[in-house]
């Protein structure tokens, strides 16, 4: 259980408690790269669903870092609160994706750490341009990532029917944030930003699967 930090500490509080909590998230939800990244010895399901659980861990390291960045310059108590539940319900994710590639023998990618550092730097700078615009950045990267998981429900080999049940769990949070920060102002970005985000997240795709 990650503990939320309180707006009334120090800066250097802030920061100490920041990079526990990160190492923290990257630590407790890594499976050791050191290992091959699809075993010789992993059944066919696990050689479909492994890459497929690999995108969705980093995706989920990503939003821990997202909602952590993005509170450090929020300053209602209120909208903090909120963003520190709906990242307490994204670590839960993470969680299920770190226990189903064990299952499949499978590992998490190398560049966790890299992961949720990019995160958290862009919820900080989105949050720093103001609340609607960090509301509205997170309500955009819910948006895709629901979109993301609704096509790794698609893909997925049907045998594999612990995973489709953790994915439909991810699509239904992912779609309530998306709600949540669109109904508490979250403002429409820019379509440039929304075309950026959606490449970069598919470059992101591709490397993640196979570092």
Same mark, same amino acid.
């Given at each position: 259980?990650?503990?939320?930090?309180?707006?009334?500490?120090?800066?250097?509080?802030?920061?100490?408690?920041? %990079? &526990?909590?990160?190492?923290?998230?990257?630590?407790?939800?890594?499976?050791?790269?050191?290992?091959?990244?699809?075993?010789?010895?992993?059944?066919?399901?696990?050689?479909?669903?492994?890459?497929?659980?690999?995108?969705?861990?980093?995706?989920?390291?990503?939003?821990?870092?997202?909602?952590?960045?993005?509170?450090?310059?929020?300053?209602?108590?209120?909208?903090?609160?909120?963003?520190?539940?709906?990242?307490?319900?994204?670590?839960?994710?993470?969680?299920?994706?770190?226990?189903?590639?064990? $299952?499949?023998?499978?590992?998490?990618?190398?560049?966790?750490?890299?992961?949720?550092?990019?995160?958290?730097?862009?919820?900080?700078?989105? $949050?720093?341009?103001?609340?609607?615009?960090?509301?509205?950045?997170? &309500?955009?990267?819910?948006?895709?990532?629901?979109?993301?998981?609704?096509?790794?429900?698609?893909?997925?080999?049907?045998?594999?029917?612990?995973?489709?049940?953790?994915?439909?769990?991810?699509?239904?949070?992912?779609? $309530?944030? &998306?709600?949540?920060?669109?109904?508490?102002?979250?403002?429409?970005?820019?379509?440039?930003?929304?075309?950026?985000?959606?490449?970069?997240?598919?470059?992101?795709?591709?490397? %993640?699967?196979?570092?």
């Amino acid at each position: 259980m990650i503990v939320y930090m309180n707006f009334s500490q120090s800066i250097l509080e802030i920061i100490t408690e920041e %990079v &526990a909590l990160a190492l923290q998230t990257i630590t407790d939800t890594t499976i050791d790269s050191t290992m091959p990244q699809i075993p010789q010895n992993t059944t066919e399901v696990g050689r479909e669903s492994i890459p497929l659980f690999r995108i969705n861990h980093a995706g989920e390291i990503m939003a821990q870092g997202l909602y952590r960045g993005a509170r450090m310059f929020l300053l209602r108590e209120k909208l903090r609160s909120q963003f520190a539940q709906a990242g307490e319900e994204e670590f839960l994710h993470l969680q299920l994706c770190v226990k189903h590639l064990e $299952s499949l023998q499978g590992t998490t990618s190398k560049l966790t750490p890299l992961s949720y550092g990019v995160a958290f730097a862009l919820g900080a700078f989105s $949050s720093i341009c103001g609340e609607s615009y960090a509301l509205g950045f997170v &309500a955009e990267t819910e948006r895709q990532v629901a979109n993301h998981l609704r096509e790794h429900v698609t893909i997925l080999d049907p045998r594999d029917q612990e995973g489709k049940k953790i994915l439909s769990v991810m699509l239904a949070d992912e779609e $309530s944030h &998306a709600s949540w920060a669109k109904n508490e102002g979250g403002t429409t970005l820019p379509s440039l930003v929304i075309f950026a985000m959606k490449a970069s997240s598919n470059i992101w795709k591709k490397i %993640v699967r196979v570092l």
